[in-house]
Nanobody, 120 residues
Framework: QVQLVESGGGLVQPGGSLRLSCAASGSGFSILSMGWYRQAPGKQRELVAR???????TYADSVKGRFTISRDNPKNTVYLQMNSLRPEDAAVYYC??????????????WGQGTQVTVSS
């Protein structure tokens, strides 16, 4: 299983920016599909953005044009650049990794989460 450690959360004013980082342990990072999810109090965890091993990206409609996911394979790290933050973006943000297996399934790993608070 992949160990994931998030960082970069914090308090930011509406309209501000934050960059989240997620460092993965071990080898084989380049084959992982990586994603960022978030969970606000009383709500289900939802996908924010995903990036495949080939670099293709997917975003939730609510963050398109404001958030950017990227990866640095030599550093075993995935990033989430968040701009024009809104109060509704406040949540615990979780890093997710999916590692393909030889038999066609995948193994999912989660980080411990990092809190993002958007408030004036």
């Amino acid at each position: 299983q992949v160990q994931l450690v998030e960082s970069g959360g914090g308090l930011v004013q509406p309209g501000g920016s934050l960059r989240l980082s997620c460092a993965a342990s071990g080898s084989g990072f380049s084959i992982l599909s990586m994603g960022w999810y978030r969970q606000a109090p009383g709500k289900q965890r939802e996908l924010v953005a995903r990036i495949t091993s080939g670099g293709s990206t997917t975003y939730a409609d609510s963050v398109k044009g404001r958030f950017t996911i990227s990866r640095d394979n030599p550093k075993n790290t995935v990033y989430l650049q968040m701009n024009s933050l809104r109060p509704e973006d406040a949540a615990v943000y979780y890093c997710n990794a999916n590692k393909p297996t030889p038999w066609g399934s995948s193994i999912t790993s989660w980080g411990q989460g990092t809190q993002v608070t958007v408030s004036s």
